[in-house]
């Protein structure tokens, strides 16, 4: 009969290297995480002992937890202690079991789906997560399913590390002669916690359901989900699309139920190896159309082509809102189909999925009277702003004559001007090594220095200009061109001689 190899993770700890895993074989001989690692070569000559590494386990049971959203989006990788590393999975599947005929059936299905994937299972289904984590370590039958109110039964007779304290205080516990969970029942609190602190008190609570113990894990808050199971996994794009439109379909009914659009949404498919796959997909404002949507997701999977791998088959997919916002209620034009404002915001959805959400940008006001500051340039997939309104507001109210060109300069850029006096307007320039001749001349408009910011005397190419008034001209000349042109600097005020600048083009 062949004798299968014992095998330990070990990782440096308390007086040397110690034991944080070990396989059947290595438990039959006797060892047990957390021993010395020549302890345990001394009851298993043969012991295979390799590097733990905890890093990637923790990545594993991280991508094992997302697995399990399938099941609920309650899911997270347990602690088992303080200061531990995870070593298992915490669910919270109230109001989830019946969509797979109950606790008993949602459990056994789990243990054949993670069996297939090469991993042991011990799992037990309690109204507490202490109570689940007892059984599920220390019960002697797992799988289990304990029902409501059998806790304090079921947990008196496992030790008390199933209370999920840490080892110095278990073993505190038991050389008082308190080695099961059912001693603590009747002990009063009050040595207890003098001797071991508030914890030991607050797990048996917790364990019994006389304080509450809620599962957070540290997943975004979703507000909408929706879920389609498949009663054979599928592997074609085609009826991914397909899949997709019914899940955008359904999001889309809940959504308008609240009067609410999408504003961020997530895809995630679940393969029958084990695997999830998550797209991810923005909007510049609220919607719900389901088309528009699903055609957001399309258009990821088309790009993938031929590179789409669902690994033996998509057995589950999911389409969550991650956020969403209020729908502001809008005009339909009188020849039908709905505002404009709509299909400027699928074109800018459209884009900011397609090439990147930060290289489809808007340009938005900030508070300044310098031209170069008065716009900057942000996403346009976040969406219009309140300051949008009270810009076009105050463009409205611009004096009577004054006009500014669409297009500026990236930076202004140096002229070589002629003026008649020195204070008046250009009559002929140069620039860029062509000269024009102005026949007319609207002007000035004088902007004053911003002397409330630190950086108000900042020129151009960054150099200090002491804050110098400029005053604008829009000028013409003789082919019909005209240009916003300024001059930087008073000649009765500054004592550097003032430059001009041509800082924008009309039409």
């Known amino acids: 009969m062949a004798l299968a190899a014992a095998i330990v993770l070990a990782a440096p700890g308390a007086g040397g290297k110690r034991v944080t895993a070990c396989n059947g074989s290595a438990r039959e001989a006797g060892i047990a995480p957390g021993q010395l690692v020549p302890d345990a070569m001394a009851l298993c000559p043969s012991l295979g002992v390799h590097d733990a590494a905890p890093e990637a386990d923790r990545a594993a049971l991280e991508k094992l937890a997302r697995w399990c959203g399938r099941y609920t989006p309650w899911s997270v990788a ?10 298992g999975l915490l669910l919270d599947i109230s109001g989830c079991a019946h969509l797979f005929g109950g606790e008993a059936a949602l459990l056994d299905e789990m243990a054949a789906r993670l069996g297939r994937f090469g991993f042991g299972l011990r799992a037990a289904i309690a109204s507490t997560p202490g109570a689940a984590w007892a059984l599920a370590r220390y019960g002697r039958e797992a799988p289990s399913v304990l029902p409501a109110g059998e806790e304090k039964r079921a947990l008196a007779g496992l030790p008390v590390r199933g209370l999920r304290l840490d080892r110095g205080v ?270 007319r001349a609207e002007g000035p408009e004088r902007i004053a220095p911003e002397w409330w910011r630190q950086d108000s005397g900042q020129g151009e190419n960054g150099k200090k200009d002491g804050g110098r008034t400029r005053d604008y001209y829009r000028v013409e000349d003789g082919d019909g061109r005209r240009f916003w042109l300024y001059r930087d600097g008073l000649y009765t005020r500054d004592e550097e001689e003032p430059r001009w600048y041509l800082h924008g083009v009309f039409g």
Not at 78 to 87: H, K, T
Not at 245 to 259: K, M, N, T, W, Y
Not at 271 to 292: F, N
Request: hydrophobic content about 40%.
């Open 78 to 87: 347990d602690p088992v202690g303080v200061g531990a590393e995870p070593d």
């Open 170 to 439: 278990a073993d505190g516990l038991s050389r008082l002669g308190l080695k099961r969970i059912g001693d603590l029942y009747d002990k009063p609190r009050a040595p207890l916690t003098a001797r071991f602190g508030p914890v030991p008190a607050r797990r048996l609570d917790e364990a019994l359901g006389r304080a509450p113990e809620p599962i957070s894990p540290s997943l975004p808050h979703v507000p909408f989900r929706t879920r389609l199971h498949f009663a054979e996994p599928i592997a074609r794009l085609e009826h991914v699309e397909e899949a997709l439109a019914r899940l955008a379909g359904d999001l889309c009914s809940l959504l308008a139920e609240e009067h609410k659009g999408a504003r961020r949404l997530r895809l995630t498919l679940y393969r029958v190896d084990g695997e999830v796959r998550e797209l991810h997909a923005g909007t510049s404002a609220p919607s719900h159309e389901e088309g528009h949507l699903a055609r957001l997701f399309r258009e990821k999977l088309d790009k993938a082509g031929d590179d789409f791998d669902a690994g033996f088959g998509i057995e589950a997919m999911s389409l969550a809102c991650l956020a969403a916002d209020d729908l502001a209620p809008s005009q339909a034009r009188l020849t039908g189909g709905g505002p404009q404002a709509h299909d400027l915001a699928r074109l800018i959805d459209r884009l900011g999925n397609r090439l990147g959400p930060g290289r489809v940008a808007r340009a938005e006001p900030r508070a300044s009277h310098i031209p170069e500051r008065a716009v900057r340039a942000v996403p346009a997939m976040r969406g219009a702003s309140p300051a949008l309104a009270g810009w076009a507001r105050e463009a409205a109210h611009l004096p009577e004559g004054v006009s500014r060109p669409l297009r500026l300069l990236p930076a202004a850029e140096p002229v070589e001007v002629v003026a008649e006096v020195p204070e008046g307007p250009p009559r002929i320039f140069r620039w860029r090594r062509m000269t024009y001749r102005v026949a």
